[in-house]
């Protein structure tokens, strides 16, 4: 369902320039406005739009780098997030739908190596495209099956195993897919019993690590972890039609002595070397659903850290 105009938008489109330059923008096709789920015109889609089905508008209001939301978790509005919950960080399938209609058009082809218990794949179903992922844990898989048994969606294909191998378990040729997004998993920062501020907001001790396979890299050393993300992200290009893009989510670790752990700077640094995939930049999702603690108090300051980065990348050539 496209997104409501918001307050932030209409003030945009007050300035006279800005609509001028709207207005001579959607002047310039003749493409019949765009028809809403309700059958209402949104407006008009420019001819020379090859990336996504968005009027000027919509495509002005997804460039803000700040994506905050406060997604339920119960209801239908929730897909089935008590089933989804046991996946240590399960993404909105809003949120991920969000993306997908930016970064493709009806029908093309999303590709997930890190799928858990299909955010990407749910986001595939309820924006009208085609998605394929790949899951190490059978259980995350038995999640989603679930998952849309009780939502009603339907299902898309998930596949068992190492991401490490995306090219030898995806179907059919090379160059298929329009669009990767996916989340995986951030260094090894799961795998780690919880101590100090982690400790005092769980009350439990116990490392949550996503699988225990040694497959996984959310069980490695950084250096490993992100040399094997590297590796799989460029398997990944060699998926995407030219000029397609891959999205991945991270976050940051709490900064130590000698360290600042600012994974997102890293993740960035490593994947923008595979060649013929440049980075494009980043926007930030801001969750406004977990509550806020008292970190540090009343000693020093440890920031609660509801935010994650959407690192967007662009297969070249």
């Given at each position: 369902m496209p997104e409501p105009m918001t307050d932030a938008l209409i003030e945009w489109l007050k300035d006279p320039e800005h609509r001028a330059l709207m207005e001579e923008e959607l002047a310039a096709t003749s493409v019949p406005p765009a028809p809403d789920s309700n059958g209402e015109n949104r407006g008009r889609v420019d001819p020379r739009n090859r990336l996504n089905d968005m009027t000027g508008a919509e495509w002005v209001f997804f460039l803000n780098s700040l994506e905050s939301t406060c997604y339920p978790t119960t209801g239908p509005e929730g897909y089935a997030h008590r089933i989804r919950?046991?996946?240590p960080?399960?993404?909105?399938?809003?949120?991920?739908?969000?993306?997908?209609?930016?970064?493709?058009?009806?029908?093309?082809?999303?590709?997930d190596p890190f799928a858990g218990v299909g955010g990407t794949l749910l986001g595939c179903s309820i924006s009208g495209r085609n998605g394929v992922g790949i899951e190490l844990d059978t259980r995350y898989i038995n999640a989603y099956t679930e998952a849309c048994r009780e939502t009603g969606l339907a299902p898309q294909t998930l596949l068992a195993g190492d991401?490490?191998?995306v090219k030898s378990l995806v179907p059919d040729s090379p160059e298929r897919y329009d669009f990767v997004l996916t989340d995986p998993p951030y260094g090894d920062l799961l795998s780690r019993a919880r101590t100090g501020e982690a400790l005092k907001k769980t009350g439990k001790a116990e490392a949550t690590p996503f699988t225990d396979s040694g497959h996984d890299l959310g069980n490695l050393p950084r250096e490993e972890f992100?040399?094997?993300l590297q590796a799989i992200i460029a398997d990944c290009r060699d998926l995407l039609k030219p000029r397609g893009h891959c999205v991945v989510f991270t976050k940051d670790l709490q900064p130590v002595d000698g360290?600042?752990?600012?994974?997102?700077a890293e993740i960035a640094d490593r994947l923008a070397r595979i060649p013929g995939l440049s980075f494009r930049g980043y926007r930030i999702w801001h969750d406004r659903t977990p509550r806020?603690?008292?970190f540090g108090y009343p000693y020093t300051f440890v920031a609660n850290q509801l935010h994650q980065f959407i690192l967007v990348f662009r297969r070249e050539g």
């Open positions: 919950r046991i996946h960080s399960p993404k909105p399938p809003q949120l991920m739908a969000r993306l997908i209609r930016f970064f493709t058009k009806q029908g093309e082809w999303v590709l991401a490490r191998n992100l040399t094997a360290a600042p752990n600012m994974l997102h806020l603690y008292p």
